[in-house]
């Protein structure tokens, strides 16, 4: 099935906001998808086309480079790129890098890679040389490649520095996630240099990612405390990061031209295309919406994708279990990392045994009324990571499902 994002049909439905009404919402998901067996994984056609439209608006006109570790469905991310505005894949590994690149011509790896099969292939392959761009921190991962694949012997390789983002406050110390380890405007520009003198590479961007304003709520769900705390230190951090990119962007640009500046995630875009240095900002999760965007406060994506497991036994009369349902999200353990019962409203996971591999309990006054075979939604904390769970997914539009859409699983790959 391909997925016509910019069809007029398409968005007057998405403009009448169906995900507002849940008892409407949710039960045209179990229906389209009553036929197929659980776990299924759905997408709600409307709200990736209103959620990627509403990017596209926060983004202001500056390009967006979808992040494809959000999505890891390529029919998706073929969709979303035929949208003007959108430009180019920030990839998660060099072999998925390698593997989109048959198709889609401008990919940035977010991380450094050692994986030497890929790195081969990599130089190997003139084409996927011209469309890949690897990223690196130090010169070391630029001695891994030259090992692997010595310059003489290869394409030249495409090369994007990663600067570091996270905040040192002075009280609360360091804010942020541990990336990169170039922090100043004369370290990148050192690492630039570095970059340039050698055989074999050219220098074409800067990533910078603010995951501490990007990636964390500011406006987390019962814990306004939390959330005004969380508001000063992004705040605080923002400012600092404005001036200390631009001045770092600044001296890079006194060594090399460069083709892109990429910043941001779908958390701080507004924040991120103000600053006049970057050239693009990255969004991926804010297309599927998951349950970790209830927390912010600018903008609330509509809830794209959900999973549905099957009810498939009654331990008591309060209780009804589901078959599967540990689809438990990346990042420190917590409750906030377990996926979010969403219909019926009313359940809630049993204390001691929360989401499970194999079986889920869940409670409450609605699982009284549940019987087997009935189904059960949940939405997922973060986004493209459901899609490792499942060989495809089942597009929902006009409450009937289309084609299904083959995730990187379903098309027998997986990278991490």
Known sequence: MTLDLAAPQLSSAAAE???????VYWPLFTEATQDRSAPVVALGVEALAWNAHDLLRRAGGLPIRVASKSIRVRGVLDAVLALPGYRGVLAYTLAEAVWLSETIDDIVVAYPSADRAAIAALAADERAARRVSVMVDSAAQLDLIDAVAPP????RIRVCLDFDASWQAPVLGHIGVLRSPVS?????????????????????????Y???????????????????????????????????????????RGVAELEFVNGGGTGSIERTVAEAAVTEVAAGSGLFGPHLFDNYRSFSPAPAVAFALDVVRR???????????????????????LPQTTWPQGLRYAPREAAGEVQTPVIGAAAERLRVGDRVW???TKSGEPME???????????????????YRGEGKCFL
Request: aromatic share 2%.
């Open 17 to 23: 906001q169906p995900w507002l009404r849940p008892d």
């Open 152 to 155: 003489s012997q290869r394409n």
């Open 184 to 208: 100043t405007p004369d370290g990148l520009r050192d690492l630039a240099e570095a970059v340039v003198s050698r055989p074999g590479f050219e220098l074409v961007g800067i990533m910078s």
């Open 210 to 252: 603010e995951a501490q304003i990007a990636g964390v709520g500011d406006q987390p769900v019962g814990r306004p405390a939390e959330g005004m705390l969380m508001r000063a230190v992004q705040k605080a951090s923002g400012a600092e990061l404005a001036e200390r990119r631009a001045q770092a962007i600044a001296a890079v």
């Open 315 to 337: 331990p008591n009369a309060e209780t009804a279990t589901l078959l599967g349902g540990g689809w438990i999200a990346s990042g420190p353990a917590g409750v906030d990392r």
């Open 378 to 380: 949940l939405r997922h």
């Open 389 to 407: 769970h499942a060989n495809e997914v089942v597009p929902v539009a006009a409450a009937a499902a289309g084609e299904p859409l083959a995730t």
